[in-house]
């Protein structure tokens, strides 16, 4: 009879104490640790007579190969995080919100790119509600099917079987169980083991195996952090509820490039593809007429796509004591640096006053060549003198208030000569050689070498610098 064993695992780091405690050692989180009883295996390493290994099979480093078989999704923007497609034996893994989507992506996913069969396998949800969403898809004919099940050794199986779908579903992991151990479903013993079985019998058939995964209040996928390494591919579905726009952004791939992303739109349909997302983020900017101030569109980079996205920026006079700094779609820390620069560089006095930056659309930039658009929004802000008419910004800022280079500058420019702008405010290593009205790519470039090079280009219309009397410190 096997004998049973009892150990202590957190649920958020998945250490492994002796005895139950209030804190966990290894992240310091409390009240996360739970007792679980796994039954031991009768033999394995350690137990018995120590068997003798095979000899191990090795092959050179050089030698002709080739890349990896792909299956189109029939989704280009799917395809496009992957890398060119699915690759069979892989498994993908994709996390996001509670709501955002990725079971209407997934579904979509498996409807389109099943060539015999594919089985969309719920632990969450009914038959009939996966066939509403499927009829309100209009993939209701696909060769798709389905199944609630959250046994790992039931689906295992009917992925052995003679006949087994080429492509499998999983939604959710976390509800997933092998009955091996005693331990509850979602908790890290358990989300380990069930995705190295799913993941063992899916390279075994040379099945596409896409899981679903839940996050934390942080925005991780729950669960062990060791899941993330035993997949192939780790996607997250990203997008505020109260925009129409999704992105999905590739984070680790081994088959393929990371940081790519794919823009979706949800609409009554379900999730629709959006090739241009330049042109879909810019379209509520105000086409002639008088310009807002506050707002400078940046020419970013997200993997080999060139993205333009408007970021929106609002300085006003400080409520209380200390002053608020809200920030949406960008890295908050380095908001405070860009501040800290512009005072202490330029001489602005940003100090008292209330931040708020925004990037319009609901997008995420993480680049450091935001650094420039970010400060041109903000002095615009402060000033209230609109940036420059159809001009595209980026660089990225110093602490000594230099700009630095950035990468794909030509990709940048082409996008956004692509999209009617005019003008390119660049960092001066990066321009080209002339004048800075000489045109590139159908750009007029104004290159920065210093920060405070930026100030002098929002000026009143009688031509006196729009830095308002009192808002320069001491220089």
């Known amino acids: 009879m096997a004998k ?6 957190c649920q958020s780091c998945g250490t492994v104490h002796r005895r139950w405690t209030g804190k966990c050692d290894g992240c310091g989180a409390w009240n996360s640790i739970v007792e679980e009883v796994e039954a031991a295996a009768p033999g394995g390493i350690g137990a018995g007579p120590r068997a003798k290994g095979r000899e191990l099979d090795l092959a050179s480093l050089s030698g002709a190969s080739s890349g990896p078989p792909r299956r189109t999704s029939g989704i280009a923007e799917f395809d496009r995080v992957l890398g060119g497609g699915l690759v069979p034996g892989s498994a993908v893994l994709i996390g996001g919100d509670p709501g955002i989507g990725k079971s209407t992506l997934l579904l979509a996913v498996a409807a389109r790119a099943a060539t015999e069969c594919a089985v969309y396998v719920s632990g969450e ?14 993939v209701a004919d696909a060769p798709v099917e389905l199944a609630t099940a959250t046994s790992v050794r039931d689906i295992a ?13 999983i939604d959710s992991i976390q509800t997933m169980y092998v009955d091996t151990l005693e331990a509850a479903p979602g908790t890290v013993s358990q989300v380990r083991a069930s995705a190295q079985e799913l993941i063992r019998a899916a390279k075994k058939r040379g099945t ?36 129409q726009f999704r992105i999905l952004r590739g984070v680790k791939n081994r088959f393929g490039p990371t940081d790519e992303i794919g823009v979706f739109e949800m609409t ?22 008088a310009r807002a101030s506050g707002a400078a569109v940046l020419a970013s980079m997200e993997g080999s796509r060139p993205l333009l996205v408007e970021i929106q920026a609002l300085v006003a006079p400080a409520t209380f004591a200390a002053p608020r700094r809200a920030v949406i779609g960008w890295d908050a820390a380095r ?44 002095v615009s802000s402060l000033t209230d003198c609109p940036v420059p008419d159809r001009a595209v910004v980026f660089g990225e800022i110093g602490l000594s208030g230099e700009i630095r280079a950035v990468s794909q500058m ?25 004048k800075d009205s000489d045109p590139h790519n159908g750009l007029r470039q104004k290159s920065i070498g210093h920060l405070a090079e930026l100030l002098p280009l929002f000026e009143t219309p009688a031509g006196q610098s729009g830095i308002r009397a009192g808002s320069r410190g001491r220089g």
Request: proline letters at 4%; hydrophobic letters at 50%.
């Open 157 to 169: 199986a009917s992925m052995d079987a003679a006949g087994g779908p080429d492509l499998v579903v």
């Open 410 to 434: 030509d990709n940048r420019l082409k996008e956004a000569a692509k999209l009617g702008f005019e003008r390119a405010i660049v960092p001066k290593r990066q321009a080209r050689a002339g």
């Open 268 to 289: 009554g349909r379900g999730l629709t593809e959006v090739p241009n997302p330049s042109a879909l983020f810019l379209g509520d900017r105000e086409e002639g007429g």
């Open 335 to 378: 908001l405070h640096m860009v501040l800290a620069v512009l005072e202490a560089r330029c001489g602005l006095a940003l100090a008292g006053r209330d931040v708020y930056l925004n990037v319009a659309g609901g997008m995420r930039v993480a680049e450091p060549a935001a650094d420039l658009a970010v400060a041109a929004a903000l």
């Open 208 to 243: 596409v195996l896409l899981l679903v995964g839940h996050v934390t209040k942080e925005g991780a996928i729950a669960g062990p952090r060791v899941l993330e390494h035993m997949v192939d591919t780790v996607l997250y579905f990203e997008g505020e509820r109260s925009h």
């Open 125 to 138: 949800e009914a038959i009939d509600q996966i066939r509403m969403r499927a009829a309100r898809l209009g």
């Open 4 to 9: 049973t064993v009892t150990r202590y695992v």
